[in-house]
């Protein structure tokens, strides 16, 4: 399994840029990183993605540096409604079409405070 | 554009029964996977279903079982509940041959009691 280490916890001030950096040192060449937000009771929800280097959409990026061996979510500005629980996972393919899965780990609880 | 569906939304059930949770995948997507989140955990891989066929499983035993249809949509069943099982169950979706972005829905709360 591709196993992922990431802080349990954050906090931060609304205004401000976060950062959570995420472990991930048997990556395979063919894996790739995937963050997802989940609030209370609800599911997870996509962020971001990406293999190597810099990807950027309209709430995020994600930082990958070459060995791929880490990667870092930066949230720019947030604000209360992005407290939530952030995951960080290594998307791995199976042997077969339709065969991958993706390997949840404890996640970080962001709170941002007023 | 409907996103993944799940139902029902909450369940309870007594221990030793049996239940089935349904999903319905996103418009375009044909990969269905399941997971189970217990309270205060991350979600943890049951199986996925691709093509009709179970392709890959977690660590869960035989009591869990699925099903995908030829629409795509796919059930959870879940035989001789324990208590343990209570959880949320969370469905995923993605277009399986270019195991593009995998959307979840908002999952079934099942309560064994």
């Known amino acids: 399994l591709a196993k992922t280490t990431q802080p349990i916890s954050m906090d931060s001030y609304e205004g401000q840029e976060v950062n959570i950096t995420c472990s991930h040192n048997?990556?395979?060449?063919?894996?790739?990183i995937t963050w997802y937000q989940q609030f209370p009771s609800q599911g997870p929800r996509f962020i971001i993605q990406?293999?190597?280097t810099k990807v950027t959409n309209e709430v995020a990026s994600l930082f990958i540096p070459a060995d791929r061996k880490s990667s870092t979510l930066s949230l720019p500005r947030v604000s209360l409604s992005d407290t939530a629980v952030y995951y960080c996972?290594?998307?791995?393919?199976?042997?077969?079409?339709?065969?991958?899965?993706?390997?949840f780990g404890k996640g970080t609880k962001l709170s941002v405070i007023p | 554009d409907a996103g993944v569906t799940q139902s029902p939304t909450h369940l309870i059930k007594t221990r030793g029964q049996q239940v089935t949770l349904r999903c319905s995948p996103k418009?375009?997507?044909?990969?269905v996977s399941w997971y189970q989140q217990a309270l205060g955990q991350g979600p943890q891989f049951i199986f996925q279903?691709?093509?009709?066929?179970?392709?890959q499983r977690g660590n869960f035993p035989d009591r869990f079982s699925g099903h995908q249809f030829p629409n795509y949509s796919s059930e959870l069943n879940v035989n001789a509940l324990l208590l343990g099982d209570s959880a949320l169950y969370l469905c995923?979706?993605?277009?399986?041959?270019?195991?593009?972005?995998?959307?979840f829905g908002e999952g079934s709360w099942l309560t064994v009691v």
């Open positions: 418009s375009g997507h044909d990969t």
């Open positions: 996972l290594v998307a791995r393919r199976g042997s077969g079409a339709g065969s991958y899965q993706l390997t």
């Open positions: 995923a979706s993605s277009l399986g041959s270019s195991g593009n972005t995998i959307y």
């Open positions: 279903y691709y093509e009709e066929e179970e392709r």
């Open positions: 990406g293999y190597k």
């Open positions: 048997n990556i395979a060449t063919n894996d790739y």
